[in-house]
């Protein structure tokens, strides 16, 4: 079955500077890649996905990159802010995503 | 339109009681799933629901756990007997579509079994 690796678990910045986060995946038939905030206490959200087909894809502040070849997507949040503190799960799906550990990200202001 | 609802949104049970979950997935939406998070670790699949039917539940951990969708609209997850290792969130999510697009999750039930 599917395997998602994600790293860091735990992701410390200033106000102000990226945050990137980085997934790998080992089958290589999954073709749909999405990210999920979760804040504390509340419901993990979508917020930005990526298909196969893609290489790329930004959305304001977050975009995410994809290779399929090496197997690997990321998650990049520019000029952080306190409001993104929260974690981060990747997935990579073909018909149940499966979910990597989670990040902790902390935006200190 | 309403989003998917479980309760309880905490449990405290003893090693040995039973305690039932409950999900109520969107309104329409066939596909209902059900995912557990231990501390730390990756949101793990358990199972998952078409309408009434179980389509997968090559997660579920053992059969201490019961999973149901009477009707295809509201579902139960049954621990009994729980154990400590059950502790964790079960969060459970609904979608139109398979594939792992449109999912919405609920806010979990977090379960700690002493």
């Known amino acids: 079955g599917e395997n998602v690796e994600q790293h860091p678990s735990t992701l410390s910045v200033q106000e102000g500077d990226s945050a990137v986060i980085k997934c790998t995946y080992s089958?290589?038939?999954?073709?749909?890649f999405p990210w999920y905030k979760q804040e504390l206490g509340k419901r993990p959200q979508l917020i930005i996905d990526?298909?196969?087909?893609?290489g790329e894809k930004k959305d304001q502040r977050i975009a995410v990159t994809l290779n399929k070849t090496a197997k690997h997507f990321s998650l990049h949040i520019t000029e952080t802010q306190p409001e993104d503190s929260a974690v981060y799960f990747c997935?990579?799906?073909?018909?149940?995503?499966?979910f990597g550990r989670g990040t902790s990200l902390i935006v200190h202001p | 339109e309403a989003g998917v609802t479980q309760f309880p949104s905490h449990s405290v049970i003893e090693k040995g009681q039973t305690v039932t979950l409950r999900c109520d997935p969107i309104?329409?939406?066939?596909?209902l799933y059900w995912y557990r998070r231990v501390m730390g670790k990756e949101i793990k699949f358990l199972l998952h629901?078409?309408?009434?039917?179980?389509?997968?539940e090559s997660g579920m951990p053992n059969n201490r756990f019961l999973a149901e969708r009477t009707g295809g609209t509201y579902s139960t997850l049954k621990v009994q007997p729980a154990e400590l290792e059950d502790s964790g969130v079960y969060f459970c999510?609904?979608?139109?579509?398979?594939?792992?697009?449109?999912?919405?999750f609920g806010s979990g039930t977090r379960l700690t079994v002493v």
């Open positions: 629901f078409v309408k009434e039917s179980k389509q997968d």
């Open positions: 999510a609904s979608s139109r579509m398979t594939g792992g697009y449109g999912y919405t």
């Open positions: 309104s329409g939406h066939d596909n």
């Open positions: 997935a990579a799906s073909l018909y149940i995503p499966t």
């Open positions: 990526i298909r196969s087909n893609v």
């Open positions: 089958d290589s038939a999954s073709n749909y």
